[in-house]
């Protein structure tokens, strides 16, 4: 699941910036050609992928050193 969100942020910023360009006008042949709804939905959709790129990677960061610090935690206690 946890490569599954990569993949689709991934995806989400290749799909923005190709849609942003279109919508400018940069990549031409298209419906979207020039059309400024475009270029603004392909920012919107680059910045969800970068959120959830962000996530993941957070998520991956986290996950890992989360239970080396508990684990940490519990034995550096004194007994009494």
Known sequence: M????????????????VWFFQGIGVIPGSFMTGE????VAGILTAIA???LVRYW??????GGTAASTNSEENQSEPEA
């Open 36 to 39: 400024d709804f475009w270029a």
């Open 49 to 51: 992928g970068v959120a």
């Open 2 to 17: 946890k490569t599954v969100l990569g993949v689709i942020g991934s995806l989400l910023i290749l799909s923005g910036v």
């Open 57 to 62: 990677r957070r998520k991956e960061t986290l």
